[in-house]
């Protein structure tokens, strides 16, 4: 069976209806429905579209899809933003034990060492860290 343009805009509007929000995995899915139904020698478009649809799991599914879609895309965000917080820590330690050094020897600059320290705390630590806080709080309501 070929599928007419007009059918494979109602399998999309479809899967919008059903909650499947994120286009690359709407285009999947519709990749994915309009092979089966084509796959199959003849047949009501009907039937056919809910036998598909109960093949890929029922209108449940598509949401739960839909979620785990966004919680990967979520958890990717969560680990580079993670690295970013390890990063700019590491620099901090960094600064804050040249500054240490810097006391105890009595050499000069040991204070923009530890301003350097604080700076990088407050300009760059403690805005990532508010921003993954942010970003949390709104997935748990998506």
């Known amino acids: ?18 909650g499947v929000k994120s286009e690359d995995l ?7 429905i309009c092979t089966y139904i084509e796959s199959k020698g003849s047949g009501d478009f009907d039937s056919l579209f809910q036998e598909a649809l109960q093949k890929f799991g029922g ?15 979520f958890a990717k965000q969560i680990i580079t933003i ?19 050094v810097f006391q105890m020897m009595n050499w000069p600059y ?18 990532i860290h508010f921003y993954a806080k942010y970003k949390k709080s709104i997935h748990k309501f998506s």
């Open 110 to 127: 040991a204070n923009a060492w530890l301003l350097c320290a604080i700076l990088v705390t407050v300009l760059a630590i403690l805005p």
């Open 1 to 18: 069976m070929i599928l007419s343009d007009k059918q494979i805009e109602f399998i999309e509007r479809n899967l919008k209806l059903y």
């Open 59 to 73: 209108y449940a599914s598509f949401q739960n899809l839909q979620l785990e879609t966004n919680y990967q895309k």
């Open 82 to 100: 993670n690295k970013l917080k390890f990063s700019f820590g590491f620099l901090v330690i960094l600064f804050l034990v040249t500054s240490l």
């Open 26 to 32: 709407r285009e999947d899915l519709l990749d994915h």
